[in-house]
């Protein structure tokens, strides 16, 4: 059967979960809110083109099937805390999962184009329009969590997601269910109380945005909150009951560098020249050198006050 080939060739190019959902317009209300709210924040991309984010045949014309896909980049070690260092998100600390993805979706639309002469495809990764979680939770995958990161029911929700879009007409898995049930330890954990209510973030309240997107300096009553984070934060994913079921990532770009433990006076007096051949090929350069030394800064600042780690 068609559909078992690509999902067993999915399964062999690395990927944990691999589910098809058919491709149809989603509603548009949550998004059109959530915009509407300005919880996107300086992040205009999200509001370019609402339509071409609800509807991948926006994108693709003659697009029949969503083929949805997630990576496991889970790895144990912990970042240092401690007087001197700062954190990273587990995700960032590694090589760029948008290389490392985009380089096996290719393989496996290949794949699907010598398993099925003729057909068409178009490879995503999130530097596309397209609503990835709530094509993960339409193709059975997981579903997308009060935080609204996906949570897996095997692996919980360390996960990078991917989609095919395609011509090829499959036979949609079926949705998965939401498993948060009366669980807000995400909302109650996080520091900023940026999940206004379950399944609605404020981007412009959050510490990854805060750290990564966020091109002005955070407010005081924020940035007092964030902890020791210098880049993205783990912290609502860290207390999700799910993550008891985290596997070790076989992934080994997704491993630690060893570059990202360093004091945080190191971002500080760090050039242009040595940031660059530190973090070229990794999440880190999204943020640039100038705005990491702003995050050391603002880590350096909420230890000294006692305000140094959140957990």
């Given amino acids: 059967m068609m559909k078992d080939a690509i999902k067993n060739a999915a399964l062999e190019l690395g990927f944990s979960h691999v589910g098809v959902a058919r491709a149809e317009a989603l509603p548009e209300a949550p998004l059109l809110d959530w915009l509407a ?23 693709f014309a003659g697009c029949q099937t969503v083929i949805s896909l997630a990576m496991n980049y889970y790895t144990p070690q912990p970042t240092k805390s401690d007087e001197t260092h700062g954190r990273i998100s587990r995700y960032a600390r590694g090589r760029d999962y948008h290389k490392v993805l985009r380089k096996r979706l290719k393989a496996l639309a290949q794949k699907i184009e010598t398993l099925a002469p003729g057909t068409k495809t178009k490879i995503c990764t999130d530097s596309t329009p397209v ?7 339409r193709a059975g995958i997981g579903w997308q969590g009060k935080h609204t990161t996906l949570i897996t029911h095997d692996v919980g929700s360390w996960i990078f997601l991917g989609e095919i879009l395609t011509d090829l007409p499959l036979q ?22 940026a999940i206004t209510e379950p399944y609605v973030l404020d981007a412009t309240r959050c510490i990854a945005y805060l750290t990564i997107e966020n091109k002005t300096p955070p407010p005081t009553e924020l940035a007092s909150q964030m902890g020791d984070w210098i880049f993205g934060c783990d912290i609502c994913q860290e207390v999700c009951p799910w993550n008891k079921f985290s596997q070790t990532t076989e992934i080994a770009d997704f491993f630690p560098k060893p570059q990202m433990e360093r004091p945080l006076s190191d971002w500080l007096l760090m050039n242009e020249e040595t940031f660059f051949n530190q973090f070229a090929g990794t999440p880190i350069m999204r943020a640039k050198r100038t705005h990491m030394a702003e995050n050391a800064q603002v880590a350096l600042g909420n230890k000294q006050t006692g305000k140094g780690h959140h957990s």
Wanted: aromatic content about 8%; glycine content about 8%; charged content about 25%.
């Fill in 131 to 137: 609503s990835e979680k709530a094509w993960a939770q």
């Fill in 37 to 59: 709210q300005g919880y996107h924040g300086s992040m205009g991309w999200m509001a370019r083109d609402p339509k071409a984010r609800l509807d991948p045949r926006e994108i």
């Fill in 172 to 193: 949609p898995d079926p949705p998965h269910l939401d498993f948060c049930g009366s669980c807000n330890r995400c909302m109650e954990a996080c520091p900023t109380q």
